[in-house]
């Protein structure tokens, strides 16, 4: 059991390119639930150092890492699909995908074209420093490029781990309800920027753009909120203004 969010990782950590045939095992030690308090502080502080060499490392080679954050299902693979179709030529995009089990997402990444390194977490709820760490030693990004980190679908847990990375976004939809900033406030308050996806279902769906506009600013004022759909196109052109914006001031 992992003392920090409560998953469990006991069948380890598989690190694999769509293709690659020999996965890396990665085995985890736990120690007894009784010392939860000490060895939350302790594993994200672990997390915290790596995350740290991670961000440096990637700053160093002027990467913009964006660590894509959701519930299953909100289209966060449909959404970096179609912007690595639509600014291809223009941005060098590389992604790292996050899931418990499978290469499905890998798969669906690779068949744009752009280079990437699926993770695979078995029982673990989400991504950590030292997993993004090993994935770039595969992954190998270039110089001046942009990293997608699409984490495991999860709205509690992938909040409490840094990567590394350069700014967190998370992609919510709005088939998932209004009240998500309120109910799962580290996920809102700790993202810099809210893609509100699917907005071409909302004639079908109770969901009110200004109420959920007025939770999400309740639990983190300054944040940026895009609607967009990821299937049909709508507004995305702010999400890609807001990527040109980041990657500049890298
Ligand atoms: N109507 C509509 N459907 C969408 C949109 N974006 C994604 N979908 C659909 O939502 C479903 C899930 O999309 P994915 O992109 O796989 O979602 P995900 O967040 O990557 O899912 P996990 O990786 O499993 O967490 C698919 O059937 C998509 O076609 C959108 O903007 N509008
Ligand atoms: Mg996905």
Known sequence: MCATCGCSDETGVRVSEPGHAHPHEHEHSHAPETRTVTLEHDVLAKNDRQAEVNRKSLQDKGILAINVMSSPGSGKTTLLTRTILDL????????????????????????????????NTGAGCHLDAE????ALATLAP?????????????????????????????????????????????????????????????PYVDFDVDDFLRDARKVNPGVTVLPVSATTGENLSTWYTWLRTRRVCT
Do not use: W
């Open 88 to 119: 291809a030529g223009e941005l060098t995009v590389s992604v790292v995908e996050g899931d418990q089990e499978t290469l499905l997402d890998a798969e669906r990444i690779k068949a744009t074209g752009a280079p990437v390194v699926q993770i």
């Open 142 to 202: 270039p110089r001046d490029s942009l990293l997608f980190i699409e984490n495991v679908g999860n709205l509690v847990c992938p909040a409490l781990f840094d990567l590394g990375e350069s700014h967190r976004a998370v992609v919510m939809s709005v088939t998932e309800g209004p009240d998500k900033p309120l109910k799962y406030p580290h996920m809102f308050a700790g993202s810099d920027l809210i893609l509100l996806n699917k907005i071409d279902l909302l």
């Open 131 to 134: 997993m993004l760490d090993r």
